[in-house]
T-cell receptor, first 110, second 115 residues
Framework: RKEVEQDPGPFNVPEGATVAFNCTYS??????FFWYRQDCRKEPKLLMS???SGNEDGRFTAQLNRASQYISLLIRDSKLSDSATYLC???????????FGAGTRLFVKA | SAVISQKPSRDICQRGTSLTIQCQVD?????MFWYRQQPGQSLTLIAT?????????ESGFVIDKFPISRPNLTFSTLTVSNMSPEDSSIYLC????????????FGDGTRLSIL
């Protein structure tokens, strides 16, 4: 089993739709969680950190479920510019090493 | 977050040759990481490079193939040695603040194609 798993998609949604991605992790000792956005042939860029209480940044909401060992990303009112690959990332406890999921591809169409 | 610059941004190389990629950070960081991302794949950690010590390589990666230097707290190099077409990939350096639990930030990558 991979340490961090994501549905590769692709997710094809119309503009204005709400879309959600899940990411599961295998190490129960994981402490820090992140979502990154990666555009085609570009480097990953941090979208948001994921906190235990959940957090929201505009149209984006991230949540953590420690009991089931998954994190989620919800995008509301999708824009064409949201089309990208979304990577989840997990840090193990006591370390700086980050494990990345393979990414979920999102296409938002007009 | 730190500004991270990589050189070259892209290159096309002949098989059997070697290429050194540079990563420069605008602030001092203890830990730097080198990743590879092959077409359509996710990020694979090659090694962790700490200043003043040997790099720590992940399973499947060896120093002879990917020698790394870390001469100071703002700079690192990764060399891809004796290249073959299978080494065609994007190579990324990243840094993380010197506190646990912080996200990594990436350079803009080096796109490498081997003929």
């Amino acid at each position: 089993r991979k340490e961090v798993e994501q549905d590769p998609g692709p997710f094809n949604v119309p503009e204005g739709a709400t879309v959600a991605f899940n990411c599961t992790y295998s190490n129960s000792a994981s402490q820090s969680f992140f979502w990154y956005r990666q555009d085609c042939r570009k480097e990953p860029k941090l979208l948001m950190s994921v906190y235990s209480s959940g957090n929201e940044d505009g149209r984006f909401t991230a949540q953590l479920n420690r009991a089931s060992q998954y994190i989620s990303l919800l995008i509301r009112d999708s824009k064409l510019s949201d089309s990208a690959t979304y990577l989840c990332a997990v840090n193990a406890a006591g370390g700086f090493k980050t494990i990345f999921g393979a990414g979920t591809r999102l296409f938002v169409k007009a | 977050s730190a500004v991270i610059s990589q050189k070259p941004s892209r290159d096309i190389c002949q098989r059997g040759t070697s290429l050194t990629i540079q990563c420069q950070v605008d602030s001092q960081v203890t830990m730097m990481f080198w990743y590879r991302q092959q077409p359509g794949q996710s990020l694979t950690l090659i090694a962790t490079a700490n200043q003043g010590s040997e790099a720590t390589y992940e399973s499947g990666f060896v120093i002879d193939k990917f020698p790394i230097s870390r001469p100071n707290l703002t700079f690192s190099t990764l060399t891809v040695s004796n290249m073959s077409p299978e080494d065609s990939s994007i190579y990324l350096c990243s840094v993380t603040p010197d506190r646990e639990g912080q996200p990594q930030h990436f350079g803009d990558g080096t796109r490498l194609s081997i003929l």
